[in-house]
Protein backbone atom coordinates (compact mmCIF):
# COMPACT_ATOMS: atom_id res chain seq x y z
CA UNK A 1 0.00 0.00 0.00
CA UNK A 2 1.40 3.24 -1.28
CA UNK A 3 2.58 5.92 1.68
CA UNK A 4 -0.09 8.71 1.86
CA UNK A 5 2.11 11.42 3.09
CA UNK A 6 4.11 10.58 -0.40
CA UNK A 7 1.12 10.37 -2.37
CA UNK A 8 -0.05 13.79 -0.81
CA UNK A 9 3.77 15.20 -1.85
CA UNK A 10 3.20 14.00 -5.23
CA UNK A 11 -0.35 15.55 -5.49
CA UNK A 12 1.37 18.46 -4.40
CA UNK A 13 4.51 18.60 -6.30
CA UNK A 14 2.05 18.15 -9.20
CA UNK A 15 0.02 21.34 -8.68
CA UNK A 16 2.93 23.58 -8.01
CA UNK A 17 4.24 22.24 -11.17
CA UNK A 18 1.29 22.96 -13.12
CA UNK A 19 0.82 26.25 -11.27
CA UNK A 20 4.72 27.38 -12.15
CA UNK A 21 3.65 26.50 -15.48
CA UNK A 22 0.17 28.76 -15.73
CA UNK A 23 2.45 31.33 -13.60
CA UNK A 24 5.39 30.99 -16.46
CA UNK A 25 2.86 31.39 -18.85
CA UNK A 26 0.81 34.15 -17.88
CA UNK A 27 4.18 35.77 -17.56
CA UNK A 28 4.87 34.97 -21.21
CA UNK A 29 1.83 36.45 -22.27
CA UNK A 30 1.91 39.60 -20.56
CA UNK A 31 5.68 40.73 -22.33
CA UNK A 32 4.48 39.41 -25.27
CA UNK A 33 1.30 41.84 -25.07
CA UNK A 34 3.13 44.67 -23.49
CA UNK A 35 5.67 44.10 -26.43
CA UNK A 36 2.83 44.40 -29.24
CA UNK A 37 1.16 47.38 -27.25
CA UNK A 38 4.82 49.18 -27.58
CA UNK A 39 5.25 48.08 -31.05
CA UNK A 40 2.05 49.63 -31.60
CA UNK A 41 2.98 53.25 -29.73
CA UNK A 42 6.17 53.14 -31.74
CA UNK A 43 4.59 52.52 -35.16
CA UNK A 44 1.55 55.84 -34.57
CA UNK A 45 4.60 57.72 -33.68
CA UNK A 46 6.56 57.05 -37.00
CA UNK A 47 3.31 57.97 -38.75
CA UNK A 48 2.90 60.84 -36.94
CA UNK A 49 6.35 61.91 -38.07
CA UNK A 50 5.94 60.90 -41.76
CA UNK A 51 3.00 63.44 -41.84
CA UNK A 52 4.93 65.78 -39.95
CA UNK A 53 7.23 65.73 -42.36
CA UNK A 54 4.92 65.67 -45.57
CA UNK A 55 3.23 68.60 -43.62
CA UNK A 56 6.52 70.75 -43.30
CA UNK A 57 7.04 70.43 -46.65
CA UNK A 58 3.81 71.45 -47.70
CA UNK A 59 4.29 74.24 -45.58
CA UNK A 60 7.65 75.18 -45.72
CA UNK A 61 8.58 74.81 -42.66
CA UNK A 62 11.65 73.92 -42.42
CA UNK A 63 11.57 74.32 -38.37
CA UNK A 64 9.93 71.01 -37.96
CA UNK A 65 11.27 69.59 -40.85
CA UNK A 66 15.15 70.16 -39.22
CA UNK A 67 13.47 68.70 -36.51
CA UNK A 68 12.77 65.17 -37.82
CA UNK A 69 16.03 65.03 -40.02
CA UNK A 70 18.84 63.70 -38.59
CA UNK A 71 21.88 65.39 -38.98
CA UNK A 72 23.27 62.81 -41.39
CA UNK A 73 20.37 62.03 -43.31
CA UNK A 74 20.58 61.23 -46.82
CA UNK A 75 18.03 60.80 -49.73
CA UNK A 76 18.04 59.50 -52.70
CA UNK A 77 15.63 61.41 -54.94
CA UNK A 78 13.66 60.15 -57.78
CA UNK A 79 16.55 61.24 -60.02
CA UNK A 80 19.16 58.78 -58.45
CA UNK A 81 20.88 62.31 -56.84
CA UNK A 82 21.77 61.91 -53.07
CA UNK A 83 20.26 64.54 -51.43
CA UNK A 84 21.41 65.56 -47.63
CA UNK A 85 19.43 67.29 -44.20
CA UNK A 86 20.65 70.71 -45.80
CA UNK A 87 19.82 69.97 -49.63
CA UNK A 88 15.93 68.63 -48.17
CA UNK A 89 15.80 72.33 -45.95
CA UNK A 90 16.66 74.49 -48.88
CA UNK A 91 14.28 72.41 -51.38
CA UNK A 92 11.17 72.90 -48.74
CA UNK A 93 11.92 76.63 -49.06
CA UNK A 94 12.11 77.25 -52.66
CA UNK A 95 10.25 79.89 -54.46
CA UNK A 96 9.95 77.94 -57.05
CA UNK A 97 7.64 74.97 -56.14
CA UNK A 98 4.40 75.14 -53.92
CA UNK A 99 2.85 72.02 -53.27
CA UNK A 100 -1.35 72.46 -53.10
CA UNK A 101 -2.03 68.92 -51.64
CA UNK A 102 -0.20 66.09 -50.13
CA UNK A 103 -2.30 62.97 -49.96
CA UNK A 104 -1.03 59.99 -48.06
CA UNK A 105 -2.77 56.93 -50.56
CA UNK A 106 -1.20 54.24 -47.87
CA UNK A 107 1.70 53.91 -45.58
CA UNK A 108 3.01 51.18 -43.59
CA UNK A 109 5.71 50.83 -40.80
CA UNK A 110 7.73 48.28 -39.68
CA UNK A 111 9.46 47.82 -36.53
CA UNK A 112 12.96 46.18 -36.87
CA UNK A 113 14.47 46.48 -33.52
CA UNK A 114 13.44 48.91 -30.58
CA UNK A 115 14.96 51.62 -32.02
CA UNK A 116 14.82 50.99 -36.24
CA UNK A 117 12.06 51.71 -38.12
CA UNK A 118 11.10 51.67 -41.72
CA UNK A 119 7.81 53.92 -43.05
CA UNK A 120 6.65 52.58 -46.24
CA UNK A 121 4.50 55.53 -47.40
CA UNK A 122 2.41 55.80 -51.13
CA UNK A 123 1.37 59.60 -51.36
CA UNK A 124 -0.71 61.79 -54.39
CA UNK A 125 0.17 65.18 -54.32
CA UNK A 126 -0.53 68.95 -56.67
CA UNK A 127 1.71 71.23 -56.79
CA UNK A 128 2.97 74.39 -59.04
CA UNK A 129 6.40 75.00 -60.51
CA UNK A 130 6.97 78.12 -61.91
CA UNK A 131 3.55 78.99 -61.91
CA UNK A 132 2.52 75.73 -63.76
CA UNK A 133 0.49 73.37 -62.26
CA UNK A 134 1.22 69.71 -62.16
CA UNK A 135 0.52 66.30 -60.35
CA UNK A 136 2.21 63.15 -59.41
CA UNK A 137 2.01 60.07 -57.26
CA UNK A 138 5.29 58.61 -56.00
CA UNK A 139 6.20 55.67 -53.08
CA UNK A 140 9.02 56.23 -50.55
CA UNK A 141 10.79 54.51 -47.29
CA UNK A 142 12.44 56.56 -44.96
CA UNK A 143 14.49 54.91 -42.13
CA UNK A 144 14.10 55.89 -38.83
CA UNK A 145 16.48 55.68 -35.56
CA UNK A 146 15.76 56.28 -32.26
CA UNK A 147 18.61 58.48 -31.04
CA UNK A 148 19.03 59.66 -27.30
CA UNK A 149 15.11 58.99 -26.81
CA UNK A 150 14.35 60.45 -30.05
CA UNK A 151 13.15 59.54 -33.80
CA UNK A 152 14.58 60.92 -36.41
CA UNK A 153 14.86 60.06 -40.08
CA UNK A 154 18.04 59.30 -41.50
CA UNK A 155 17.57 58.01 -44.81
CA UNK A 156 15.34 57.92 -47.47
CA UNK A 157 14.64 56.60 -51.47
CA UNK A 158 12.01 58.10 -53.12
CA UNK A 159 10.02 56.84 -56.51
CA UNK A 160 8.51 59.08 -58.78
CA UNK A 161 5.60 57.06 -60.81
CA UNK A 162 5.24 58.07 -64.15
CA UNK A 163 2.62 60.44 -65.22
CA UNK A 164 -0.76 59.07 -66.59
Not at 5 to 12: A, D, E, Q, T, Y
Not at 59 to 67: A, G, I, V, Y
Not at 95 to 124: E, H
Amino acid sequence: MPDCRHLGCLILLRFKKIEMKTILFLFFVLGCMQNLASQTDVKETLKKLNRDFLNSIAKKDTTTLSKILADDFIMINPAGARMTKKDNLNNAISPNIQFTSINIDSVSVTILTSDVGVVTCYTSFAFTSNGKAAHGKNCYQDIYLKRKSRWLAVAAHVTLFPAK
